[in-house]
């Protein structure tokens, strides 16, 4: 079956605009993820959704940084006003997890990859 | 607090030689346990994946990692390396979310 699919794969954009970032879970899979990898930063958890609440956004790195989740499926990660140090890979990850489920697999996507000039 | 260490950045072997990489974790119950591969331009594939029992467990690609309590450790082995192992390798403790290791850049020499 289709895995987690993220849009756009790449995108550039000037200082000071905002972005969005799409990503499609695998159909059925309740929890949603967004990880940020940057250079000198590894991989940065941002948020989880279970369904379409975030019961944890203790990973945002400001209040330029939003996510949503409709439909308990596609998630939207919007950053506003960029900065030169977001860019950065933006990963979007699912699992099928249970509430508060422990350890569950995540299956990611390819990421996108988000220059700020 | 609950982390992941991976102490070696890059490490280099040739092709044909065993591979060790070394994952510390720190929590507080009993871990869960991951291994991911990224290859350039790609997304994160796991390897592996420990929960509870066995303390060897075996992956994909000829992968195996042991668990070990005593040492608060989750290595990941392979007993001969392919040139397209060539990769970044990230061990991940999974709560409800994963935290990761900073990675272990692998280069394979021909």
């Known amino acids: 079956g289709a895995g987690v699919s993220q849009s756009p794969s790449n995108k550039v954009t000037e200082k000071g605009k905002d972005v969005e970032l799409r990503c499609d879970p695998i159909s059925g899979h309740t929890a949603l993820y967004w990880y940020r990898q940057s250079l000198g930063q590894g991989l940065e958890f941002l948020i989880y959704f279970q369904g379409n609440s975030a019961p944890d956004k203790s990973g945002l790195p400001s209040d330029r940084f939003s996510a949503e989740r409709t439909g308990g499926s596609v998630s939207t990660l919007t950053i506003q006003r960029t900065q030169q140090e977001d860019s950065a890979v933006y990963l979007c990850?699912?699992?099928?997890?249970?509430?508060?489920?422990?350890?569950?697999?995540?299956?990611f996507g390819p990421g996108t990859r988000l220059t700020v000039l | 607090a609950q982390s992941v260490t991976q102490p070696d950045i890059h490490i280099t072997v040739s092709e044909g030689a065993s591979l060790e990489l070394r994952c510390n974790y720190s929590?507080?119950?009993?871990?869960?346990l991951f291994w991911y591969v990224q290859s350039p331009g790609q997304g994160l594939q796991l390897l592996l994946k420990y929960f509870s029992g066995d303390t060897l467990v075996q992956g994909i690609k000829g992968f195996e990692a042991e668990f070990k309590r005593s040492q608060s450790s989750f290595n990941l082995r392979k007993p001969s390396v392919h040139w397209s192992d060539a990769a970044e390798y990230f061990c991940?403790?999974?709560?409800?979310?994963?935290?990761f290791g900073t990675g272990t850049r692998l280069k394979v020499l021909a």
């Open positions: 991940a403790l999974g709560t409800y979310k994963y935290i």
């Open positions: 990850a699912s699992s099928p997890s249970l509430a508060g489920g422990l350890g569950n697999e995540q299956f």
């Open positions: 929590y507080g119950a009993t871990p869960y």
